[in-house]
T-cell receptor, first 114, second 113 residues
Framework: DTAVSQTPKYLVTQMGNDKSIKCEQN?????MYWYKQDSKKFLKIMFS???????INETVPNRFSPKSPDKAHLNLHINSLELGDSAVYFC?????????????FGPGTRLTVT | AQSVAQPEDQVNVAEGNPLTVKCTYS??????LFWYVQYPNRGLQFLLK????DNLVKGSYGFEAEFNKSQTSFHLKKPSALVSDSALYFC???????????WGAGTKLIIKP
């Protein structure tokens, strides 16, 4: 009965490859997010979807492409992986985008690019 | 520009002593304020939030935070620290005019037995 789940938990791949990370939430929330946490633990918002509509699209390389097939799922596809993409990627959800609702985080996906 | 500052990279406290993790913010208008905790190799967990009303907010695991509008601060506190409180703590603020959450850089809290 995990609230926000991500797969895979670990991802080790070589430069130049394409990979995807999947996220699902069973909380009935309208809004989902992707964050990148670097080696210094700094948290950076990448994207946010509200009811399948992109509402936050921060300055990230266009090699990163989010897709939301429905409001319970938000996947992240990364093309042509680079060493600098190595980080922990967190998915999160919140009840609504416009209210003061807290975010619920998944366990993270540790991406290592070699 | 909106911003959040956590001035201490690390806070060391002896078990049983009170702890404070500092957070100051800068937003236009009245903010929504949040504290999250991250244990090693885990996702962030929500601790507490200030929306409106009483300036002292109580949250999970015995933590509380005080909203101080004049000092634009939202410091996290606990009367008696536990070793299990050792973790990374993040403060975040949301401007009521938009829906983006601004995150602090995090403060590592170490509780020594």
């Amino acid at each position: 009965d995990t609230a926000v789940s991500q797969t895979p938990k670990y991802l080790v791949t070589q430069m130049g490859n394409d990979k995807s990370i999947k996220c699902e939430q069973n909380l009935g929330h309208d809004t989902m997010y992707w964050y990148k946490q670097d080696s210094k633990k700094f948290l950076k918002i990448m994207f946010s979807y509200n009811n399948k509509e992109l509402i936050i699209n921060e300055t990230v390389p266009n090699r990163f492409s989010p897709k939301s097939p429905d409001k319970a799922h938000l996947n992240l596809h990364i093309n042509s992986l680079e060493l600098g993409d190595s980080a922990v990627y967190f998915c999160a959800s919140s009840q609504d985008k416009s209210k003061a609702y807290e975010q619920y985080f998944g366990p993270g996906t540790r991406l290592t690019v070699t | 520009a909106q911003s959040v500052a956590q001035p201490e990279d690390q806070v060391n406290v002896a078990e049983g002593n009170p702890l404070t993790v500092k957070c100051t913010y800068s937003v236009s208008g009245n903010p929504y304020l949040f504290w999250y905790v991250q244990y090693p190799n885990r996702g962030l967990q929500f601790l507490l939030k200030y929306i409106t009303g009483d300036n002292l907010v109580k949250g999970s695991y015995g933590f509380e935070a005080e909203f101080n509008k004049s000092q634009t601060s939202f410091h996290l506190k606990k009367p008696s620290a536990l070793v299990s409180d050792s973790a990374l703590y993040f403060c975040a603020v949301r401007d009521r005019s938009n829906y983006q959450l601004i995150w602090g850089a995090g403060t590592k809290l170490i509780i020594k037995p």
